[in-house]
């Protein structure tokens, strides 16, 4: 069972002070220390979780950070102040602060976990793997087959398709969810310097080593070291890898000195290897060394029946990130799923970023998709979306509601309506959407509706909207 303790460093500061605030209200023991110094007298199975409220920490106290990384579960908190955060690869969370309720129950979920069914941690795991398809629910069963092992794994599949994604879960399902999580991208880092990201280097071993410095496989140590693009990583570091794979262990650039490593690696590449192995660009005993378990990730285009919960998560994703909010209408949603998507789950997410910008806050209809989509259209696809108002009062389906409206558009139906519920419905949607829109904020949402906030107060009573999100701070 995962410690309740909480280590916050440093002891003083504004920030700090919030922090313990927050987490003790939350639940939590919380310790704190005035230095990272004292960090050498701290048992790290005393503590689940440390936090570090970056702004408040002394220049000094930022490079003794490296003394986390080997004791316990690091949570970095940045308030945007004048410190510039401090780099930690091995954090397994960043907090910007002020934060909600719900990102920072999102973060202490995932560091202490629900004790309980599996089927509840299933459901904190696979947030990021979307949707119901048999494609999808066949990955989600063999993370959960491999992840308690630790059995080499290779993900494969197209650019785009969330490879990555996979990794982390591994990670997060095994036991060594709290140990680092560090990934590097083989393609990405000249072949040169590649030696020493991987293993490090000592001061002097080449031109423009001033200092010491570690290797991703030591910062994962005990952890999980995620080799992307593994198809392109050269000859020449391929048989070191096989080396550090098979004996467990490797030199630092420019030493002789033995490091022994537990690691557990997962590759993942774009490539078909086997194409690489037959053209002499990917070394045979290698691939079989990293082929001990794959798993295949499925393109877009094979489970088209998960866009729609894409497109809702990655929605959400926008509003709780970048306080905009975008939403399909069923035609539009209708022709995504007759697109072949080559860029897969990273080109949804880009299209699904690009149509925030240009419509924020509103409905896309079929017709304001870009030109490539459109060739995909019929007739009816184009058509004009009416706005109304579904029976709890939201927008139906998903479109917004119209504020500004000129009253000479508004049409009365054929079959007339109950104008008093048609008015409680369109005020609890703008109370609602003013909650969005502040966080959760009773106060600043009054602010935006131009009224008391004990009015406001009374009226999230009267439509039953008190369980709504609302700030811890």
Same mark, same amino acid.
């Given at each position: 069972m995962?410690?309740?303790?909480?280590?916050?460093?440093?002891?003083?500061g504004?920030?700090?002070?919030?922090?313990?605030?927050v987490? $003790?209200? +939350?639940?939590?023991?919380?310790?704190?220390?005035?230095?990272?110094?004292?960090?050498?007298?701290?048992? *790290? *199975?005393?503590?689940?979780v440390?936090? %570090?409220?970056?702004?408040?920490? +002394?220049?000094? +106290?930022?490079?003794?950070l490296?003394?986390?990384?080997?004791?316990?579960? #690091?949570?970095?908190?940045?308030?945007?102040?004048? #410190? =510039?955060?401090p780099?930690?690869?091995? *954090? +397994?969370?960043r907090?910007?602060?002020?934060?909600t309720?719900?990102t920072?129950?999102?973060?202490? /979920? @995932?560091?202490f976990p629900?004790?309980?069914a599996?089927?509840?941690?299933?459901?904190?795991?696979? &947030?990021?793997?979307?949707?119901?398809?048999?494609?999808?629910?066949?990955?989600?069963?063999?993370?959960?087959?491999?992840?308690?092992?630790d059995a080499?794994?290779? #993900?494969l599949?197209?650019?785009?398709?969330?490879?990555?994604?996979?990794?982390?879960?591994?990670?997060?399902?095994?036991? $060594?969810?709290?140990k680092?999580?560090?990934? !590097?991208?083989?393609?990405?880092?000249?072949?040169e310097?590649?030696?020493?990201?991987?293993?490090?280097?000592?001061k002097?071993?080449?031109?423009?080593?001033l200092?010491?410095?570690?290797?991703?496989?030591?910062?994962?140590?005990?952890?999980?070291?995620?080799? /992307?693009? !593994?198809?392109d990583?050269?000859?020449?570091?391929?048989?070191?890898l096989?080396?550090?794979?098979?004996?467990?262990?490797?030199?630092r650039?420019?030493?002789?000195?033995?490091?022994?490593?537990?690691?557990?690696?997962? =590759?993942a590449?774009?490539?078909?290897?086997?194409d690489?192995?037959?053209?002499?660009?990917?070394?045979?005993?290698?691939?079989?060394?990293?082929? %001990?378990?794959?798993?295949?990730?499925?393109?877009?285009?094979?489970?088209?029946e998960?866009i729609?919960p894409?497109?809702?998560?990655?929605?959400?994703?926008?509003?709780?990130?970048?306080?905009?909010? #975008?939403?399909?209408?069923?035609?539009?949603?209708?022709?995504?799923?007759?697109?072949?998507?080559?860029?897969?789950?990273?080109?949804?997410?880009?299209l699904v970023?690009?149509?925030?910008?240009?419509?924020?806050? &509103?409905?896309?209809?079929a017709?304001d998709?870009?030109? @490539?989509?459109?060739?995909?259209?019929?007739?009816?696809?184009?058509?004009?979306?009416?706005?109304?108002?579904?029976?709890e009062?939201?927008? =139906?389906?998903?479109?917004?509601?119209?504020?500004?409206?000129?009253?000479?558009?508004?049409?009365?139906?054929?079959?007339g309506?109950?104008?008093?519920?048609?008015?409680?419905a369109?005020?609890c949607?703008?109370?609602?959407?003013?909650?969005?829109?502040?966080?959760? %904020?009773?106060?600043?949402? =009054?602010?935006?509706?131009r009224?008391r906030?004990?009015?406001?107060v009374?009226?999230?009573?009267?439509?039953?909207?008190?369980?709504?999100?609302?700030?811890?701070?």
């Amino acid at each position: 069972m995962v410690s309740r303790r909480v280590l916050l460093l440093p002891a003083q500061g504004e920030l700090s002070r919030q922090l313990a605030l927050v987490l $003790r209200f +939350a639940g939590f023991d919380v310790d704190t220390v005035s230095s990272t110094q004292s960090l050498d007298q701290i048992g *790290a *199975a005393d503590y689940g979780v440390v936090f %570090v409220a970056a702004d408040d920490l +002394a220049g000094s +106290a930022v490079a003794t950070l490296d003394g986390l990384d080997r004791q316990m579960p #690091v949570v970095l908190v940045h308030g945007g102040g004048e #410190v =510039a955060a401090p780099s930690l690869p091995w *954090a +397994a969370a960043r907090l910007a602060w002020p934060t909600t309720h719900e990102t920072l129950k999102d973060c202490l /979920d @995932k560091l202490f976990p629900r004790e309980g069914a599996a089927g509840s941690r299933s459901i904190e795991l696979f &947030r990021a793997l979307v949707g119901d398809s048999r494609a999808i629910q066949n990955t989600r069963e063999l993370i959960l087959q491999v992840a308690q092992s630790d059995a080499t794994v290779l #993900v494969l599949g197209e650019s785009g398709t969330g490879k990555e994604v996979i990794a982390r879960n591994l990670h997060y399902y095994s036991s $060594r969810r709290s140990k680092p999580f560090v990934p !590097i991208n083989c393609g990405a880092i000249p072949g040169e310097l590649l030696e020493s990201e991987l293993f490090g280097h000592e001061k002097g071993a080449f031109t423009g080593a001033l200092n010491s410095r570690q290797g991703r496989f030591e910062l994962a140590e005990g952890g999980t070291l995620f080799l /992307d693009e !593994i198809g392109d990583m050269p000859m020449a570091m391929q048989v070191k890898l096989l080396r550090v794979l098979q004996e467990r262990c490797f030199e630092r650039v420019g030493s002789n000195k033995t490091i022994q490593c537990d690691v557990r690696v997962v =590759a993942a590449t774009h490539r078909n290897l086997e194409d690489e192995i037959a053209n002499n660009r990917f070394r045979e005993d290698l691939y079989n060394r990293l082929n %001990v378990f794959p798993i295949e990730v499925p393109a877009l285009r094979e489970r088209i029946e998960d866009i729609p919960p894409l497109v809702d998560e990655l929605g959400a994703r926008l509003k709780a990130e970048k306080k905009v909010s #975008v939403r399909l209408a069923p035609a539009a949603i209708r022709l995504l799923q007759r697109y072949h998507w080559p860029g897969n789950v990273r080109e949804l997410s880009n299209l699904v970023e690009r149509l925030a910008i240009l419509h924020p806050n &509103r409905v896309v209809n079929a017709a304001d998709l870009p030109e @490539k989509f459109l060739r995909y259209a019929e007739p009816a696809d184009l058509a004009p979306v009416p706005v109304r108002l579904d029976s709890e009062g939201t927008t =139906a389906p998903g479109e917004p509601v119209p504020v500004n409206m000129d009253a000479s558009s508004i049409r009365l139906p054929e079959d007339g309506l109950d104008l008093k519920e048609h008015l409680n419905a369109l005020e609890c949607a703008l109370i609602r959407q003013a909650l969005d829109e502040t966080d959760g %904020v009773v106060a600043h949402a =009054a602010v935006l509706l131009r009224m008391r906030r004990t009015t406001l107060v009374e009226k999230l009573r009267k439509y039953g909207l008190r369980g709504e999100e609302t700030s811890i701070i």
